[in-house]
């Protein structure tokens, strides 16, 4: 499945009638402890706030989500969420692995607050090549041999 990578901020969303049916549709797919409000409430004020999704594309469609919060300084992911229709079909691997290669680009570490990486999520990054190590109230998220992940 060739999933790319689409950034998703205020402007894009705004412009895109498609990017705002697809996200409201990928976290109305997550299981609800995992939003801290109301889909709509939940991406208007992660986008308000200035941060943005980094999304799975396919197809003109997007499929996958993780919230991002750029601190200037480290990328900070929360809610990751893939839906339900296309899990375990590699979508949210496929993610994570262009969130970290793009992540690398940009000389960004990776971080997850402790309280938003599950059990299920830190596996996930595990089998993906990615070191999962507490620091205190987060997660540093470091892809051991940071390759092209084609």
Not at 94 to 103: D, E, I
Request: charged share 25%.
């Amino acid at each position: 499945m060739p999933v790319t990578l689409h950034h998703v901020d205020r402007a894009a969303w705004e412009a895109d009638a498609q990017a705002q049916v697809d996200l409201a549709r990928i976290y109305a797919d997550a299981p609800q402890e995992r939003l801290p409000a109301a889909v709509d409430a939940f991406i208007d004020g992660h986008l308000a706030a200035g941060h943005a999704f980094l999304c799975a594309r396919f197809n003109d469609r997007l499929l996958g989500a993780v919230a991002v919060r750029d601190d200037g300084v480290a990328w900070w992911l929360s809610h990751f969420c893939v839906r339900k229709p296309t899990r375990r079909r590699g979508v949210g691997s496929r993610l994570l692995l262009l969130v970290g290669a793009a992540a690398g680009a940009e000389g960004r570490p990776l971080r997850a607050e402790a309280a938003q990486l599950q059990m299920a999520d830190q596996v996930l990054l595990s089998r993906l090549g990615f070191r999962v190590t507490r620091d205190g109230d987060h997660y540093e998220l470091v892809r051991i041999g940071q390759g092209d992940p084609s």
